[in-house]
């Protein structure tokens, strides 16, 4: 069996010392997502003499074990019997995921199974693209224009812990604007996320931003750099026009200082994912898996 304990804070840190170099796009790699969320996914971690060991626990799927991360070159096809056996023990089904899009071959040539799934997709872009002050970009800088004539004062704010009361009070008119019901259980995991980032927002180094006036909040934005690219964990922007667009230029001049690109991931939203695609991404990584969500 393979020596699982449950993932937490300083496994966080020492996977992020791990992953350093290794260019691995994908989110859900990022050990600081594996944190925010572990009240979610329930992950679990075995740092092994020849690989780094992750699964998690999907909500009405069951355990899902992460690709092997190898630290010092084992046989990979033993590796994964070893976990194959695991999980017949344990009298469960071996899921497999998230494969990168340029190791699934490697995978399939051990007779694994994968399958895209392009709900559970990772946008990728150049952080100076998001600056939009590209000609490809007239209709997003336009609404920053605009946005910006109607808004005198405008700020941005690198965030603190003790902004947390008034992103709060934020979310609660952003939730009113778009009709979610403050009795929506769906939503209460993203509050815990957003929760858990404000109680570790220096331990983990995330990049806050809030967009405001003296008077008015219009959105915030909260990610975490992992190698040459920040990861935006979550973003949240009122539904005054324009005021989305500036915020994603006004975190993207900054995250510009701290890594080339940066990453969203789309989950099952398709006004989410229309608005992704519009942003013209550098590339976009797919959610490889031996099974379909």
């Known amino acids: 069996?393979?020596?699982f304990h449950n993932y937490g804070f300083l496994d966080c840190k020492?996977?992020?010392t791990r992953l350093a170099d290794t260019n691995a796009f994908l989110s859900y790699y990022n050990p600081i997502w594996l944190f925010?969320?572990?009240?979610?996914?329930?992950?679990?971690?075995?740092?092994?003499n020849e690989y780094i060991f992750i699964r998690v626990t999907i909500p009405n799927l069951g355990k899902c074990y992460f690709p092997p991360i190898p630290v010092m070159g084992g046989d990979l096809a033993m590796t994964i019997v070893e976990m194959q056996l695991e999980t017949s023990e344990l009298g469960i089904d071996f899921y497999l995921g998230p494969v990168l899009d340029e190791t699934k071959r490697k995978y399939k040539g051990l007779g694994i199974s994968l399958y895209p799934n392009k709900y559970l997709s990772n946008y990728i872009y150049n952080a100076s693209d998001l600056t939009f002050v590209f000609n490809r970009y007239r209709k997003q800088k336009k609404a920053c224009e605009i946005f910006k004539k109607k808004n005198k004062n405008l700020m941005y704010k690198l965030m603190k812990k003790d902004d947390f009361n008034m992103i709060l009070e934020f979310i609660a008119k952003y939730r009113e604007e778009r009709g979610i019901d403050n009795r929506d259980v769906s939503f209460y995991p993203k509050l815990n996320m957003i929760k858990k980032c404000f109680e570790h927002l220096y331990?983990?180094?995330?990049?806050?931003?809030?967009?405001?006036?003296?008077?008015?909040?219009?959105?915030?934005?909260?990610?975490?750099?992992?190698?040459?690219c920040t990861y935006v964990h979550v973003k949240m922007a009122s539904s005054y026009y324009g005021a989305n667009e500036e915020l994603i230029a006004g975190f993207a001049r900054y995250a510009q200082a701290k890594a080339k690109y940066v990453a969203f991931d789309c989950t099952k939203n398709q006004e989410e994912e229309q608005e992704l695609e519009s942003l013209y991404p550098l590339r976009i990584e797919n959610f490889n898996g031996s099974f379909n969500i």
């Open 14 to 16: 020492k996977l992020l």
């Open 203 to 228: 331990e983990l180094n995330l990049l806050g931003m809030i967009l405001m006036t003296e008077e008015k909040v219009f959105g915030f934005i909260i990610g975490s750099v992992v190698d040459n």
């Open 36 to 48: 925010l969320w572990s009240d979610v996914y329930h992950p679990e971690i075995c740092f092994g």
């Open 1 to 3: 069996m393979i020596n």
